[in-house]
């Protein structure tokens, strides 16, 4: 098994900046790559970005490409999801996941494990 835990949510004002952070333990080395998803209130679970935890290759969603950034620490099983110039419409619980697979996948069906969300909220 592995366990995700986010941590770094919070409240900002729209065109501000937050740093996710997803600490991963237990079986890590089962992971091949991370991803970070959202979901916004009555919305469905939707993609953000990936990174593969061997290569660093990455991957974005087209609606925060530009803003967002997705990192690794890999002797800290931690990665981070850097997102500048916030929008309101950027609101949503953000989850954290991670999967044993090759490809940068982009759906939830995909992801094996999940951690419990952090809360991003945007002031217009």
């Known amino acids: 098994q592995v366990q995700l835990v986010e941590s770094g949510g919070g409240l900002v004002q729209a065109g501000g900046s937050l740093r996710l952070s997803c600490a991963a333990s237990g079986r890590t080395f089962s992971i091949y790559n991370m991803g970070w998803f959202r979901q916004a209130p009555g919305k469905e679970r939707e993609f953000v970005a990936a990174i593969n935890w061997s290569s660093g290759s990455t991957r974005y969603a087209d609606s925060v490409k530009g803003r967002v950034a997705i990192s690794r620490d890999n002797a800290k099983n931690t990665v981070y999801l850097q997102m500048n110039s916030l929008k309101y419409e950027d609101t949503a619980v953000y989850y954290c996941?991670?999967?044993?697979?090759?490809?940068?996948?982009?759906?939830?069906?995909?992801?094996?494990?999940w951690g419990q969300g952090t809360q991003v909220t945007v002031s217009s």
């Open positions: 996941a991670a999967v044993r697979s090759l490809m940068l996948l982009t759906t939830t069906l995909s992801y094996d494990y």
